[in-house]
């Protein structure tokens, strides 16, 4: 028996016979890599014979022998077919139990019983305490190593919080120091750290929306974006890293692997394991449309369906998705639109809560500074204000409050994303839609927990709002803040007016829309007296509570 400096006990295979009782010390801890469909053993059972009478009882008294646990078929007595009366059945679930985080994971099957089979989920971190046995494979000489488990616990599987005082620091601390510390080796970028740190705060999950923002990196190859993503791995604990161009379907989303024995078992992949976490997938335009098309469901309903012959399962995958892509060709062709560039579907774009476009263009003051930066790198070092661990205790702490929307964030947001509606894009860009909002709110979200904020103020709302501007204006797409004021100030009042309602809009967000508009309404009664006239006229009518252009 070794034991390790904090008092942990691992016993040797030998010695592993299950006998540990206590809690503090199970003998394994691991991840759940796939699962099997639950099954049944024989616990108790009562025969009866039908010609002389005679009943008998069989109980399983020893847990090591309940693959071989039968019964008597003929009378011990008269050698009469006895009839069973009674047969006590448990439950029992087989599943693969492997290494977490390692390049060449080593797995084991393993056997849970009775309420147990409903506490193993794929991508749950477990510890366990059971007893190691070697299985004889049927019609072959060799044996197989699995487990019987007799204690099990998922608590593995809870984050690393910070202490009372790191709380205490993270709450008078500057906030800026994150994003500082964020791929510190990384020269600039503040727009790509800002949006993936961001969505590793995410926005608060309710009954009917996810709280994850996913993200995607476009542009120029070697502009960093790898290393942008190891480093969200790096800091996140329940996250893994996955290249677009080797990966399946099967291997990124699930699949059902055929054991040695003859059983089929779904086996999750990178995504299902991350459930709850970040699953930064690199080179994306180079997967598989058919491998990829699995992700639709996942980064909308977070779920997958694996539909196969014996396995009809449904897992879930509440996983943010970051994703790096290059373009087709060489270069960003800034002649071809974003889906030429990349070729992925508007269908798939659409579910990326931020899509930021890097470029690298040749700048000599802007090469100067990056090389000089590489060479500190690699003469000295960098140094960054705060370590990993700090903002991986942070993260997982932000996420644990959820901010509620103030009205004056709400407003903010809606008016945005209506101007933003109203602008004309450039043909192929990618489409603002009711995904669009609901991303706005969810930033916001994220914005309130970085300042460790129990309500969304009308300040989390503009930086949201400045966040997907400024991603969309990497696009190349027009946002209200570029275009919007310059076109509004030379309306006319009618076409103001029409654009206004050309959206269905509530009549309080109306109100204040028109109020902004300081040369034609001065006060709350005068905009209230030409939204009664319009109604009047029929220019503008209401359904459900919002007006609509007629």
């Known amino acids: 028996m070794h034991k390790f400096d904090d008092g942990f006990y691992i016993k040797t295979f030998a010695e592993l016979d299950g006998s540990d009782e206590n809690n503090e010390k199970l003998l394994m801890q691991g991840v759940i890599m796939g699962i099997g469909d639950i099954e049944h053993y024989s616990k108790f059972i009562v025969t009866k014979c039908g010609k002389c009478k005679d009943e008998a009882q069989y109980r399983l008294e020893d847990f ?5 646990f039968k019964t008597v078929t003929e009378c011990p007595s ?18 693969l139990f492997g290494e977490e985080r390692a390049a060449n994971p080593i797995t084991i099957t393993a056997f849970v019983f009775d309420n147990d089979v409903y506490n193993v989920r794929p991508g749950e971190k477990i510890k366990i305490n059971g007893v190691i046995r070697s299985l004889k494979q049927p019609k072959t ?9 007799k204690q099990l616990s998922t608590n593995a599987s809870k984050v690393t919080l910070p202490t009372d005082e790191e709380k205490t620091e993270f709450g008078t601390m500057d906030k800026s120091l994150l994003l500082q510390s964020f791929a510190p080796n990384i020269k600039g970028m503040e727009l790509e750290k800002e949006c993936l740190f961001v969505a590793m705060l995410g926005g608060v999950e309710d009954k009917n929306t996810r709280g994850d923002v996913n993200v995607l990196l476009a542009g120029d190859p070697g502009v960093a974006k790898t ?11 329940k996250s893994d890293y996955a290249s677009g161009k080797s990966s399946s379907q099967a291997g990124l989303l699930a699949g059902v692997d055929n054991l040695s024995d003859g059983t089929r078992v779904a086996k999750a992949g990178s995504v299902i394991m991350c459930n709850g976490g970040i699953c930064c997938i690199d080179e994306f335009e180079k997967m598989n449309a058919s491998d990829r098309s699995g992700l639709h469901e996942v980064m909308e309903n977070r779920t997958f369906s694996l539909r196969k012959i014996g396995i009809n399962t449904t897992w879930e995958a509440k996983t943010a998705i970051f994703a790096a892509a290059n373009p087709r060709t060489s270069r960003w062709d800034s002649n071809l639109t974003i889906t030429e560039n990349l070729n992925l579907p508007f269908s798939l774009l659409s579910r990326f809560g931020l899509i930021v476009l890097i470029r690298d263009i040749p700048h000599k003051e802007n090469d100067l500074e990056l090389a000089r930066h590489i060479r500190k790198i690699k003469q000295v070092g960098i140094v960054s204000p705060l370590e990993p661990v700090k903002i991986t205790k942070f993260v997982n ?3 644990t409050i959820t901010p509620k929307i103030s009205d004056e964030a709400a407003d903010i947001i809606e008016n945005y994303w209506i101007d933003l509606r109203c602008q004309s894009q450039a043909e192929g860009s990618i489409l603002i839609d009711k995904r669009t909002l609901q991303d706005l709110y969810r930033l916001a979200e994220a914005y309130a927990r970085w300042d460790l904020s129990e309500t969304v103020n009308k300040e989390h709302g503009q930086k949201a709002i400045n966040l997907l501007g400024r991603t969309l204006r990497s696009l190349g797409m027009t946002t209200p803040g570029e275009v919007a004021k310059s076109l509004f100030d030379h309306m006319s009042k009618e076409e103001f007016l029409m654009m206004l309602f050309k959206t269905p809009i509530s009549e309080e967000s109306a109100i204040i829309r028109m109020r902004e508009k300081y040369k034609w309404y001065g006060t709350e009664e005068k905009c209230l007296h030409d939204i009664n006239t319009l109604r009047k006229n029929g220019k503008i009518y209401e359904s459900d509570g919002k007006l609509k252009w007629v």
């Open 397 to 399: 702490h932000a996420r």
């Open 141 to 149: 000489e060799t044996y197989k190593r699995v487990i019987d488990i």
């Open 64 to 68: 090591s022998t309940w693959r071989n």
């Open 78 to 95: 008269c050698g009469n077919t006895v009839d069973i009366i009674q047969h006590d059945k448990g439950m029992v679930r087989k599943f």
């Open 227 to 237: 290393q942008l993503l190891k480093f969200v791995v790096s800091v996140t604990e």
